[in-house]
Structures are given as C-alpha cells and as structure tokens.
C-alpha cells in the first residue's frame, strides 16, 4: 500500500521568505510526526499530532515554526522568515495510535529545505 | 527514555551476517526495543522491535538478553544494499510518543 509522502522532495527558498512542507500519512494513522535532520546529525523531534490536535510542540525550534493537521490526515509545517540555520531534511512520519502495544512509525522520505 | 549505546561504525562482507550490538543497561521493563535504519538520502525504515523475547520478520533477527540490558541486530545475509546507519532505540509505549535517535552505527557492506 501506499507510504507517507512528502512535498516538495527539495526546496530552495530566499531567507526571509516563508516556506509550507506537507505531509501525507499513511491512510488510517492517527498519530503524526514531524522531525528535522541537519546534515550529518541525527533525528531532532519537532512536533506530534494526535489526530488533529498537537499535545506535544515541545521541540518547535522558535515560534516562526507552526504546524496544523486538517481532517486528521495531510499535515503542513510551515516556516515563517526562513533563516540559513532553518536548512535541514524535514521528515514526516506516521503510526497507528492504541493505548499500550508496540507503535512502529513509518516515514515518509523527507523534504530537503535549503534557505539561500 | 533509556539511553542506548552502539559502536559508530562497522563492516560486513557482503553475504556474511552483519551482527550489531546496542547497550540499553538502563532499560526499564515496560521499554520496547525498536531498530530503523536509514540508507543515504533516504528516511529511516523500521526493522523490527521487541519486549523480552527474540523476534525474527523477513528483514532481520532481534537478539535480547534474558537481563534486557543489551541486543543484537542480525541481518543474516548482508548485502550491499543494507549498508546504512542503524538505530537502537528503547521507548516507553506511551501514546504517541516520538522516537529519540542517537548517532547509531554505520554499517558497511563490503563487497
């Protein structure tokens, strides 16, 4: 069946400017996930949705990153005045949602953000 | 979350089995041991995962030990195609929470 998936794969954008990634999960998750990866660094967790809610925003870098998620499936982060330290692989993931049990996340292959 | 610790790199000739070890001697005992990978330019793909027992799917074989305090990934028949970082990561099943990725071992398939 049909993965995540990812748009752009790659965009180049002008600092200042502001910039939307989407994400679509796999039909039927509830839970979705957005982490960033800078070039040669690990997985750094930025927000998670439970359906259409966000319980946890704790790892938003700064207030020009927002996210919302519509109909508890495509999610849109977005970045506002873009700066050079925003470069980064975005990656989306998601999961099925049950109380106890393993939650393996699936994720998408990523959108390559590049501010100039 | 538990911490995990894994050698940064390894090699593996291609056809042998490529065995990767992950230290988790913090791990409490409702932490699910996951393993993902991620291949250049790619997002991470899971692997496997367990709780107490070994646990065996089409893509590899999760070794734990009785105490729960180290694992073993096993890719029984590596092949150029696995070269990649591995994750080990231990995680409470709490709802929805995200997946803390260390730096993982680069394992390279040598042909």
């Known amino acids: 069946g049909a993965g995540v998936s990812q748009s752009p794969s790659n965009k180049v954008t002008e600092k200042g400017k502001d910039v939307e990634l989407r994400c679509d999960p796999i039909?039927?998750?509830?839970?979705l996930y957005w982490y960033r990866q800078s070039l040669g660094q690990g997985l750094e967790f930025l927000i998670y949705f439970q359906g259409n809610s966000a319980p946890d925003k704790s790892g938003l870098p700064s207030d020009r990153f927002s996210a919302e998620r519509t109909g508890g499936s495509v999610s849109t982060l977005t970045i506002q005045r873009t700066q050079q330290e925003d470069s980064a692989v975005y990656l989306c993931a998601s999961s099925f949602l049950w109380v106890g049990g393993a939650h393996e996340q699936y994720f998408g292959p990523g959108t390559r953000l590049t501010v100039t | 979350d538990a911490k995990t610790t894994q050698p940064p790199s390894m090699d593996c000739a291609e056809g042998r089995a490529a065995n990767l070890p992950c230290n988790h001697s913090?791990?409490?005992?409702?932490?699910?041991v996951y393993w993902y990978r991620q291949i250049h330019s790619q997002g991470p793909q899971y692997i496997i995962h367990g709780l107490k027992n070994n646990e065996t799917n089409e893509m590899a074989s999760l070794i734990i030990t009785e105490d729960r305090k180290s694992s073993t990934l096993i890719l029984p028949h590596a092949t150029l195609r696995d070269t990649a970082v591995y994750y080990c990561?231990?995680?409470?099943?709490?709802?929805?929470?995200?997946?803390?990725f260390g730096p993982g071992t680069r394992l390279s398939v040598l042909p």
């Open positions: 990561i231990v995680r409470v099943e709490n709802y929805g929470q995200n997946f803390v």
């Open positions: 039909s039927g998750h509830t839970a």
């Open positions: 913090t791990i409490s005992g409702n932490e699910y």
